[in-house]
């Protein structure tokens, strides 16, 4: 099984930079502006996109992304239109990765067999599933293998040797390194303490390793990527969002030129990675 993910991850290798990988949330503030965004992403450097699936109860996400979930689902948003978002933006686009990412509640709602054959046809090319630890892979992770969709699994720094191999089993197309316990949004980690974490994890798999939680700036952004092979921003892009919308949700500004701004200098900064490791 080949992705566009694993074509993506290649081609970024072959160039000798890491990648940078995009969250934001499925239909905030509304369907069409989450197009829009959508379609600003790999126009302004992103290389793979994370689509967030609105859940009512989103345990790990913090206080900016619970908001962006809770502007979608009062906005409409639903798995089923977050689907037909990746199919319209496929329309498009027939190269940028689409990794949906959130809960299994919504998808066990859908139905498993449903879900999986409506997001191939959506083109997605990856889940990440918070909640579904690997002793349950037999719920979502196989058949989603089975059906060419990549499963990627979460690390974190308390995730030791031992438990590693584990999580590592039937991880497909990258390894998302939680650089820090918590939720999202929260103070970047140390990057010594990353770059040994990383090192670790590429000792146990031949996986790329893309670190997120915390990178919100162009310069944390080039110290991440100098050892990482991708780096993840959401919060700091569901705040660009945010940050455009007035009490009542209305726009005061483009959201989407607000998140192609802002991702123009994080690619500025993942592409300057390796230039300053190699200085």
Known sequence: MTTRIDRRMAKLKSEGRPALVTYVMGGDPDYDTSLSIMKALPVSGSDLIELGMPFSDPMADGPAIQAAGLRALKGGQTLARTLKLASEFRAGDDETPIVLMGYYNPIYIYGVDRFLADAKASGIDGLIVVDLPPEMDEELCIPALKAGVNFIRLATPTTDDKRLPKVLENTSGFVYYVSMTGITGSALADTAKVSAAVTRI?????????????????????????????VVVGTAIVNAIANVLGPKGEKTADPAEAVATLVSGLAQGVRAARLAAAE
């Open 202 to 230: 590429k000792g146990h798999t031949a996986l790329p390793v893309c670190v997120g939680f915390g990178v919100k700036t162009a310069e944390q952004a080039r110290v991440i990527g100098a050892s990482a092979d991708g």
